[in-house]
């Protein structure tokens, strides 16, 4: 999946944001001059047994027993970044686009991202960034939101 494709397929408006190659959300919002907590950072999760991904402003981290108690589940564990290649092909190591819809995975985001008006978030890779409006975000991917990071 190319986020760029799917935004133009819904009609959405997003501007592409490059910028010099960072390995982490915070770094990016750093070198974007983008506030941490509008920048998201995905994680994948292995949720009793099935992937889930999990959305997080960049200035939080995911907390995995606030997760349990929102999902209702036994075991919550970070995924490996071994699986990445697997799961999201078509994105460069760790420049996951919270979209987990578009891998057939449940996406989970954390309440806190929604205070903003719009979200920025990786494009598959890790020297271009999405900017868009985060309630076209919510309709395009109906993520559960839940607190979920401290």
Do not use: W
């Not at 099935?50 to 995911?62: E, K, M, T």
């Not at 309440?111 to 900017?131: C, K, M, P, Q, T």
Request: charged share 25%.
């Amino acid at each position: 999946m190319n986020v760029e494709s799917l935004l133009r397929s819904c009609g959405v408006d997003f501007d592409v944001l490059e910028h010099e190659t960072e390995y982490t959300a915070g770094r990016t919002a750093e070198s974007l001059h983008v506030p941490q907590g509008h920048f998201a950072k995905t994680v994948v999760l292995n949720v009793d047994g099935s992937r889930v991904l999990a959305v997080v402003p960049a200035s939080r981290f995911i907390d995995l027993e606030l997760v349990r108690r929102e999902l209702g589940a036994v075991n919550v564990q970070l995924v490996g970044e071994e699986e990445f290649r697997l799961l999201f092909p078509d994105c460069e190591l760790g420049a996951i686009p919270p979209f987990g819809s578009e891998y057939e995975l449940e996406t989970i985001v954390d309440d806190e991202l929604g205070l903003g008006e719009h979200i920025v978030f990786d494009g598959n890779s890790h020297r271009r960034a999405i900017y868009m409006r985060y309630r076209d975000f919510v309709r395009i991917e109906h993520p559960r939101m839940a607190h979920i990071a401290n």
